[in-house]
């Protein structure tokens, strides 16, 4: 679904699919057997090197008061992770669906989205928002946990954004 993101003709129908996709899926019912988002979340920030004590402690602090949530949470979706054959899409790169809040997915996809194109990011955001009923704050606070522990983790030239997403 990248190459279709890419277009500007298509860009807004094609994230609008994607996102409808995405709330299909944090609505699936086998999501029982999952790992727990937060749980994952608190690992990697306690493990995170990058982050100073004051920085860990309050994204923790943060982390502990968000909900817990039960749907399934992809944690990694976007348009390089979803194909569509015509018939079917097919979401691929499942090492990180977790069980959890679905505003903790959408941080993630805005995390992705926004290093493509900040203006995508915020659209994805006001598009799954409306769509979802989350609001946006509830995604901006996870944004901030979920940033911690991207931090060190990703490319170098993305730590200005990752640091913003945190402040």
Not at 152 to 164: A, K, N, S
Request: aromatic share 8%; hydrophobic share 40%; with cysteine.
């Amino acid at each position: 679904m990248s190459e279709e993101l890419r277009d500007p003709a298509r860009c807004k129908e094609t994230l609008a699919t994607l996102v409808d996709l995405q709330i299909r899926l944090q609505k699936s019912e086998e999501r029982g057997w999952l790992p727990n988002l937060k749980e994952r979340f608190h690992n990697d920030l306690t493990h995170n090197d990058r982050l100073s004590a004051g920085l860990r402690k309050s994204l923790l602090g943060i982390l502990n008061e968000l909900p817990d949530g039960k749907a399934l949470c992809r944690c990694d979706f976007h348009s390089g992770n979803v194909f569509f054959d015509g018939a079917a899409f097919m979401v691929i790169d499942l090492l990180q669906v977790c069980r959890g809040d679905p505003a903790a997915d959408a941080a993630c996809s805005y995390a992705a989205y926004s290093f493509i194109d900040r203006e995508l990011g915020e659209y994805y955001l006001g598009l799954y928002c409306d769509r979802s009923g989350i609001s946006g704050a509830s995604v901006q606070q996870w944004l901030k946990v979920y940033a911690g522990t991207l931090l060190g983790q990703m490319p170098e030239q993305l730590t200005p954004i990752i640091e913003q997403f945190i402040a």
